[in-house]
């Protein structure tokens, strides 16, 4: 039995790359854009509304990682490698930088 080995970068969706989310995303805003983080995706989260919430002019500096659900999140911090895929209900948010979006 042989196993195949292929390069990331040949799975992802044309025009598209792995990008990593918001750097500093400041305080918690009630009204804000939901991210993800490592922590989140450790522990499954997939509620959307217990995820933090950052200002929309932050998070609209990083529209490469705003979800659109179905995307593969894996963790690049912490517990390296933990992933989930984005459930349509994360629609809209966005990512930490301890997290990549692979489309």
């Given at each position: 039995?042989?196993?195949?080995?292929?390069?990331?970068?040949?799975?992802?969706?044309?025009?598209?790359?792995?990008?990593?989310?918001?750097?500093?995303?400041?305080?918690?805003?009630?009204?804000?854009?939901?991210?993800?983080?490592?922590?989140?995706?450790?522990?499954?989260?997939?509620?959307?509304?217990?995820?933090?919430?950052?200002?929309?002019?932050?998070?609209?500096?990083?529209?490469?990682t705003?979800?659109?659900?179905?995307?593969?999140l894996?963790?690049?911090?912490?517990?390296?490698?933990?992933s989930?895929?984005?459930?349509?209900?994360?629609?809209?948010?966005?990512?930490?930088?301890?997290?990549?979006?692979?489309?």
């Amino acid at each position: 039995m042989t196993s195949e080995s292929i390069p990331l970068g040949q799975l992802i969706r044309d025009g598209t790359r792995i990008s990593y989310g918001i750097v500093q995303p400041g305080m918690h805003v009630e009204e804000g854009v939901k991210f993800v983080q490592a922590q989140d995706i450790a522990a499954a989260n997939t509620d959307v509304n217990s995820l933090s919430s950052v200002e929309p002019e932050i998070a609209a500096g990083y529209p490469r990682t705003q979800l659109e659900g179905g995307e593969l999140l894996v963790t690049v911090v912490g517990v390296i490698g933990g992933s989930i895929i984005a459930p349509p209900e994360f629609a809209g948010a966005n990512v930490s930088r301890s997290v990549a979006v692979i489309r």
